[in-house]
């Protein structure tokens, strides 16, 4: 699996004055910046691992915990652990009581992305007053139901539609910031996905 | 972006009797049959377009709503519409009140996987009793930083791991059928995903 090809469209961070606290965008930029000047001292500090544990309850439903992630070499607890359910349409077979796993995946998306913007745009002192999107994704269910070895399982083609309130001149950048985004990268590119399965008795 | 190559270990679906509904692992199996037949007979009843709106709060913070579905040729409405959140931990300069981005990618895959394995085994006959999964990424957050060209945004790899209680003569069959999952296809051999950024007045 290759990395996409690194674009350089966008400026360098510069902190405004870097000897007091600077919040832009509602993030605290003295404190990314001290993040970047961290993990390039000690690359040890940016190697990450987040996990989260899944349990099916019945038909389309299952709950994901979010408990801690490793980070900054060492585990990090949440102070309250998160609970993320997943349901099925009740035309796919589903109780409707949450949104679906291919639903979540465009919430990953956004949510990625949207940070990725807000923050990349704070180090670089570009304000950010509104941000919305719309993400769609084209799927065939023929796919899934493995009727037709034609048609892929996933998303065929995603498109994210941002809005944003922002100077004008700032456009082009953002676009090439969007980039820099986790789930953009795993969605567009693929990465190594193991899947084990083990039998337990109890 | 090629489709990986699709995998035949598994066996077709086989209604017990599909004369009277049929239910394993929750599933309406009958229901599920009569899909598969429906898009067999009319491919246009498959294609489906999955959409979120998210909306930036501060920050790491995000929100996105999943109203509606289309699928089956016409516009799907929740009864009630969901409601997904994300923000970044305390570490990663957010507030910590929800999981991030890139553990809602987990969650997505977790979830879609984990309903692929109960709707096929479903159909095949195959019981599940209980199912449960844990899913790690790793991931070097350089990348998102921007600070280094060598290292991926995204994770560089995921491993779900299994415990299933079934017959052990399933487990081979299930790990087949884990490959028909949407999320699982997506996450690792990545699709179109284009973004587009418009600037707003209001």
């Given at each position: 699996?290759?990395?996409?090809?690194?674009?350089?469209?966008?400026?360098?961070?510069?902190?405004?004055?870097?000897?007091?606290?600077?919040?832009?965008?509602?993030?605290?930029?003295?404190?990314?910046?001290?993040?970047?000047?961290?993990?390039?001292?000690?690359?040890?500090?940016?190697?990450?691992?987040?996990?989260?544990?899944n349990s099916w309850i019945t038909?389309?439903q299952n709950q994901?915990?979010?408990?801690?992630?490793?980070?900054?070499?060492?585990?990090?607890?949440?102070?309250?652990?998160?609970?993320?359910?997943?349901?099925?349409?009740?035309?796919?077979?589903?109780?409707?009581?949450?949104?679906?796993?291919?639903?979540?995946?465009?919430?990953?998306?956004?949510?990625?992305?949207?940070?990725?913007?807000?923050?990349?745009?704070?180090?670089?002192?570009?304000?950010?007053?509104?941000?919305?999107?719309?993400?769609?994704?084209?799927?065939?269910?023929?796919?899934?139901?493995?009727?037709?070895?034609?048609?892929?399982?996933?998303?065929?083609?995603?498109?994210?539609?941002?809005?944003?309130?922002?100077?004008?001149?700032?456009?082009?950048?953002?676009?090439?910031?969007?980039?820099?985004?986790?789930?953009?990268?795993?969605?567009?590119?693929?990465?190594?996905?193991?899947?084990?399965?083990?039998?337990?008795?109890?």
């Open positions: 699996m290759s990395i996409s090809t690194i674009e350089h469209e966008f400026s360098t961070p510069h902190p405004i004055d870097a000897s007091s606290k600077q919040v832009l965008n509602g993030v605290n930029v003295t404190a990314v910046n001290e993040l970047i000047e961290n993990v390039q001292t000690e690359p040890e500090l940016a190697k990450s691992k987040f996990h989260i544990k038909c389309g994901s915990r979010v408990e801690s992630f490793y980070g900054a070499k060492q585990e990090n607890p949440y102070e309250i652990p998160f609970t993320l359910n997943a349901d099925e349409p009740p035309l796919l077979a589903g109780h409707g009581k949450d949104a679906n796993p291919v639903e979540h995946l465009l919430h990953a998306l956004a949510s990625c992305v949207t940070t990725t913007l807000v923050y990349h745009a704070a180090v670089r002192g570009i304000k950010i007053e509104k941000l919305e999107s719309e993400v769609q994704g084209d799927l065939d269910i023929r796919g899934f139901l493995g009727v037709s070895n034609e048609v892929r399982r996933g998303y065929k083609n995603i498109r994210i539609n941002f809005k944003v309130k922002t100077d004008e001149k700032n456009i082009e950048e953002l676009k090439a910031l969007s980039k820099l985004s986790p789930v953009f990268d795993v969605t567009s590119n693929g990465t190594n996905v193991e899947v084990n399965i083990e039998k337990i008795e109890k």
